[in-house]
Each structure stands twice: as C-alpha cells, then as structure tokens.
C-alpha cells in the first residue's frame, strides 16, 4: 500500500509531470531544451522541487533542459507505505528519477538537503554526473540551534508558515504571502506534517544546540566532480563554514560567499546565481 500526495487533490503548482522511478510514482517539471540540469530541492515543512526553483526555472531553461522532482518523502511523489527513509533510499531514488528518463550524466544543482543528496550521489556514483552547484549545504560536523529545525515541530496555519519561511533568507522581506499561501496548502496536501516528521528525528528542545553531521571531511576530499559551491554569508541554518569546508576540501571546488544572504541563494541573489550557474554548467 502506498499513499499518492497528489491524487484527488486540487490543482497546485508545484504538480507537475508523473514518472515512476525506482518503483515510485514521482513528481517532476521537465522544462527547456539542452544539457540536463538536475535541481534538487531542500527540506523543510511543504518543501516540493517546484517550490524551491520555480522563480529560476524559465531563465535556466533558456540554456538547459531543467528537471526538477520531488525526492521521495517530498512533495507530490509517492509515500509507499512503510518506507525507512535515508540518504542510500534518497541516491537510489534520484538514480532511478534519471534512468527512466534516459539522463546519464547531468549537472546537479542543490539546495541544502539537495546539495547534500548531490554530495552523496557523487561520493559513490561519480560516474553519474559531470558537475555539481552546491548552496547552502551541509558539510562536516557543525552546531546547528535546535530552533533551526523548527520544521519538525510546525503546525499547519498561515501564520506558522509565514514565521516558518521568514527565518530563511537574510531579509524576510523577500517572504511574500504567495509564497506562504502556496507552501501551506502543500502541507495540507501532500501527506501532512506526519508524513514530514517521519523523514528526521526530532531535533531538540527549542534552547539547545545539536550536532549535525554532513558528509565526513575525508570523504570530501576523494570527490573529483567539478563543485561550484555557493554559501550566504548569513545562512543561520547551514553555517558558511560548510561551505568554506567544500571549498577547501573538494579537490575541484570553487567557493562564492554571497553578502547578506541567507539560506536561499537562489532565491535572494536570483540573477546572480542564475549567472553563476549558467556559466559553470557550460563550462
């Protein structure tokens, strides 16, 4: 038995196309034309791929062809019921997204959850993809606040979501109430906060600090895929020292911190990241 976030529910953006992949019915986008580009999306409470790239896609698909899906436990894909989720279940399902789309090596963009599923996917299958854009990702042991992880503890309302999202970027400005309406339906809609809480462990009391652990520093430095790793300077929830450490360690990194960013690059520097990306990826 397996749960379908999307089925019956009412027209949301972030649906897209369906695929199985590895066995699961996925969600997807699959806009432009040319070299793939991969984009994977973080975490957090309604968190889909289309949420997290939709204000980047259309200038990114002047160049590339763009696939954005939901990674399974996300978004609109399928929940088979009784799944053990885990970095290894995440790589085998992004495998599968690219077989069944015939993409042998493409370039990965990811944001935090996503950069650390890209790190992953290139530690043991290198062969998989030809360059990776990193933001916001976990690297190393770092300190993280409790209150960080707020998205464990989230009950769905407009102005939980809206508080939720402002803790982001460097300026919540950027936090408009489309952006909030849009998330807060897909927790409604897409499996509901239990099927969330059951990706991660809670994380703490709201006061403490708690250890996270991204990929090991030795491991990094046996990556060879070209990394273009971009980090806010302000990022409160994965620190800039993460991204410092990717720049140091991978053999083939190059480093862009962003001033008064936080941990949306894509969001809250958009024409600068698409520059970037765009760049690099044809590189």
């Known amino acids: 038995m397996s749960t379908s976030p999307?089925?019956?529910?009412?027209?949301?953006?972030?649906?897209?196309r369906s695929i199985v992949a590895a066995g699961v019915r996925t969600n997807y986008h699959d806009v432009g034309e040319g070299p793939p580009l991969v984009l994977l999306h973080g975490s957090g409470a309604g968190v889909t791929g289309w949420e997290n790239w939709h204000g980047v896609m259309p200038a990114l698909a002047r160049s590339f062809r763009v696939l954005v899906p939901d990674i399974i436990g996300f978004g609109f894909t399928e929940r088979p019921e009784g799944t053990r989720y885990s970095i290894k279940l995440w790589v085998q399902h992004l495998i599968g997204f690219l077989d069944a789309l015939g993409i042998e090596r493409p370039v990965l963009v990811g944001n935090s959850f996503g950069g650390a599923l890209g790190l992953a996917l290139s530690l043991r299958n290198a062969h998989r993809v030809s360059r990776m854009v990193l933001m916001g990702t976990p690297a190393g042991e770092f300190q993280q606040r409790a209150?960080?992880?707020?998205?464990?503890?989230?009950e769905p309302s407009l102005a939980h979501m809206a508080e939720l999202l402002r803790s982001f970027p460097h300026d919540p400005a950027v936090v408009t109430d489309e952006m909030v309406r849009l998330r807060h339906e897909v927790t409604l809609m897409a499996g509901g906060m239990e099927a969330y809480r059951k990706l991660f462990?809670?994380?703490?009391?709201?006061?403490?600090?708690?250890?996270v652990k991204g990929i090991a520093e030795e491991d990094l430095r046996t990556i060879q895929t070209p990394i273009l790793a971009l980090h806010g300077r302000d990022d409160e929830r994965v620190p800039p020292e993460c991204g410092i450490r990717i720049g140091l360690q991978c053999p083939n990194a190059d480093l862009h911190l962003f001033s008064k960013c936080g941990h949306w690059v894509q969001i809250e520097r958009q024409a600068e990241f698409v520059e970037l990306t765009t760049r690099f990826a044809r590189s």
């Open 6 to 16: 999307g089925a019956g529910a009412a027209v949301h953006p972030a649906i897209g």
């Open 147 to 154: 209150a960080s992880a707020r998205s464990w503890y989230y």
């Open 201 to 211: 462990p809670e994380p703490g009391a709201a006061g403490e600090t708690r250890t």
